[in-house]
């Protein structure tokens, strides 16, 4: 089960302001240009375990169907492995790919954190040891899987803090590849689906799944899916709810077109209809 942390954060304003919508606990101050309503509060901040633990939950749902066995994971059609609740990407020596490699961050995080249990094997990895899918497939019950399962489901809440610090770097990463009316309508969206506990989740979980959106590799025939991109794929609207129904909607406008500019040889239609249900999904929220 998810192990909910409770230990204080010392983090920026912009990941301030969006535990601080999670807890409830914002001042009446607003960042330089950030629209009205748009609060944030500065020092520590404690994530309640209801939150944190229902995050992760969540997430782990997503992308691995909430089993311990879905942490190791390696799909079809796909040359690396997918690992953690988060489906963190680790790429085989040699074989770099054009999506972000997320678990290498991760145990990084992991040793910065001092967290306990740390296998020596995968601390000091060089890139992921098994060379193909077959043979990957072919270790899942031997020692070595079977403590890097272990290890990941008794460390949950750490994974879904290395996702929420992720968020906490996306904003000013986005913003600077982003300009003009582009980048204020970036940032103005961000602040609308953030006004509200399901969109904060929405921005959590998107970034995971899909990444920031500004690596260049990360383009099919010149256009990207992350969280940039649906950002500015958004319609005007209020804030609250109806920004997170239109962020919902604008994911899967975003995810859509993607599968259209996609490889034919990628096969990626066949996870279409799982992720239009992972964006129908953030209307509800948590």
Not at 143 to 166: C, G, K, W, Y
Not at 246 to 262: G, M
Request: proline share 8%.
């Amino acid at each position: 089960m998810p192990h909910p942390f409770s230990h204080f954060l010392l983090l920026p304003p912009s990941v301030v302001f969006i535990i601080a919508i999670l807890t409830g606990c914002v001042s009446a101050e607003r960042p330089a240009g950030s629209p009205a309503g748009a609060s944030i509060s500065g020092g520590k901040i404690q994530l309640p375990p209801a939150d944190a633990a229902a995050i992760g939950r969540r997430i782990w749902q997503n992308e691995c169907a909430g089993t311990i066995e879905g942490l190791t994971s390696w799909n079809a059609g796909e040359d690396f492995p997918s690992l953690g609740i988060g489906h963190f990407i680790w790429y085989v020596p040699g074989r770099p790919g054009p999506f972000e490699e997320s678990f290498p961050q991760l145990i990084a995080f992991m040793k910065s954190r001092q967290v306990p249990g740390l296998p020596a094997w995968l601390a000091n990895a060089r890139g992921c040891p098994w060379p193909n899918r077959e043979s990957f497939l072919a270790q899942q019950n031997s020692p070595q899987m079977r403590e890097l399962r272990q290890f990941l489901a008794n460390t949950v809440s750490v994974q879904t803090d290395f996702i929420v610090h992720r968020l906490e770097n996306a904003l000013p990463k986005m913003e600077s590849i982003t300009h003009g009316a582009d980048r204020d309508r970036l940032r103005a969206n961000f602040y609308k689906v953030a006004q509200s506990r399901n969109g904060v989740y929405a921005l959590i979980d998107y970034v995971n799944f899909k990444g920031e959106g500004i690596k260049p590799e990360e383009r099919y025939q010149g256009q990207g899916w992350g969280l940039r991109d649906v950002l500015l794929e958004m319609r005007d609207t209020p804030g609250g709810p109806a920004s997170v129904a239109e962020f919902s909607e604008a994911a899967k406008r975003v995810l859509q077109r993607r599968v259209r500019n996609s490889p034919p040889d990628r096969g990626e239609s066949r996870w279409l209809n799982g992720w239009m249900n992972r964006c129908a999904g953030y209307r509800s929220g948590l």
